[in-house]
């Protein structure tokens, strides 16, 4: 007997493509999918008749930076007037604001302010999500989101993936070579040895961190059995990709300026090209990530929002990927897959979610509308008939 039988349903597993299964049932036994397509009399302890609804996978935001307090108004109407993001950040602004704003909170106070958003996104469907550090930037204050990332798992049905962002920033009162070593000899080893996060993630810019740096954060990381993603090429080209995806990346996120080299180190490694409308929206940014070479070299291509105080306020998974068909020219089949199969690879979660097959997470949602394309067509006012995580609706 299984726990739930899903009837009368229209599944797109996500698994390896975007199409639509022969199968009308999904079976759900301990938390996880049993099989899809069994009798649709088969017994169960409860069972829901999807209508003919379409049935997907839980969606999967695989870069976030919801964890923060404050806000960034002022700043935004600043870059309304002209001024630049780097502009911002070089007078002491930017992502430096917010870290004022987190070290003046408790964690209390950081689970308090970061709910309201993570529940907007779960009202859409989102079944895991990824969140970062990096508005600490001293060991204390880093520990200290990490630990509050950990308090929101206790308030949400959503799985939460930790990632440990300690070179997001360099923090005012240290040169970034002192903080890095910071980063390195400190914050690194205490947050694998407290297992607060399951991967290490860096800036790579010209008024972040460097290319050398890069290299020495992921070689340390892996040592310690983290995974490495990384922020580069989304003002300027530096090398970093291609460094991070031969030092083996799980993800390289932005790449507005990545090149063919960098795409093709990518497809070598199996690393994810996770783009980031909202990001190049709110900044009004005009070089486009290279989708084409993505898509020549089968690079898998994740959809994200990015959501964060500074430049992409956006806690809406539906928006942005509605702006990844418009902005960047992303076809409905690799959005629907970018937030799903390849968000949860970008994540090294592609065994457990992101697609319907017997195994995986039974995190699913049912939409009443009349295919999946129409969550990249309409803009707004669409919200799922349903939403299961771990095969219990919430």
């Known amino acids: 007997m299984y726990d739930l039988l899903v009837k009368n349903a229209r599944i797109y597993p996500m698994e390896s493509d975007a199409a639509l299964s022969p199968a009308r049932t999904l079976a759900v036994s301990a938390s996880r999918i049993a099989a899809l397509g069994v009798p649709d009399d088969s017994e169960a302890k409860e069972v829901f008749d999807a209508g003919d609804r379409v049935v997907l996978p839980g969606f999967v935001d695989c870069h ?22 780097a502009e911002i950040t070089g007078a002491g602004g930017g992502i430096h604001t917010t870290v004022r704003a987190v070290r003046a909170a408790d964690e209390a106070q950081l689970v308090q302010e970061t709910l309201p958003r993570l529940q907007a996104l779960a009202a859409e469907g989102v079944t895991t999500v990824e969140i970062k550090s990096g508005y600490g930037l001293s ?14 798992r206790l308030h949400l049905n959503m799985d939460i993936a930790a990632t440990f962002l300690g070179a997001h920033a360099v923090p005012q009162d240290k040169s970034r070579e ?77 790449l507005e300026h990545a090149s063919e080299a960098d795409v093709q180190a990518m497809a070598r490694a199996g690393s994810v090209a996770v783009l980031l409308p909202g990001a190049f929206y709110f900044l009004r940014a005009t070089c486009k990530p290279p989708v084409e070479l993505f898509r020549r070299h089968r690079v898998p291509m994740a959809v994200s929002t990015d959501l964060n105080p500074g430049t992409s306020p956006i806690a809406s998974l539906l928006t942005v990927m509605h702006m990844a068909a418009l902005l960047f020219g992303l076809t409905p089949d690799e959005i629907l897959l970018g937030v799903t199969q390849h968000a949860a690879r970008a994540l090294g979660r592609e065994q457990r979610v992101g697609c319907l097959a ?4 039974a995190d699913f949602v049912v939409w009443d ?6 969550l990249v067509y309409q803009l707004g006012g669409l919200k799922p008939v349903a939403v299961f995580y771990k095969g219990k609706k919430t």
């Open 358 to 361: 017997p195994g995986r997470h």
């Open 64 to 85: 976030t930076h919801a964890l923060y307090a404050g806000n960034r108004v002022a700043e935004h109407t600043l870059k309304l007037r002209g001024a630049s993001y």
């Open 139 to 152: 060991i204390e204050q880093e520990l200290k989101m990490l630990h509050a990332i950990q308090r929101l």
């Open 369 to 374: 509308m009349p295919a999946p394309e129409f």
């Open 178 to 254: 002192e903080y890095f070593q910071e980063v390195l000899d400190a914050m690194l080893p205490a947050v694998a040895g407290q297992k607060l996060a399951e991967s290490v993630d860096i800036f790579a810019e010209s008024f972040a961190f460097t290319t050398d740096e890069v290299r020495q954060l992921f070689t340390a990381a892996s040592r310690l059995g983290l995974h490495c993603r990384i922020h580069s090429d989304q003002l300027s080209h530096m090398g970093a990709t291609e460094a991070a995806a031969t030092l083996g990346a799980l993800s390289c996120d932005h």
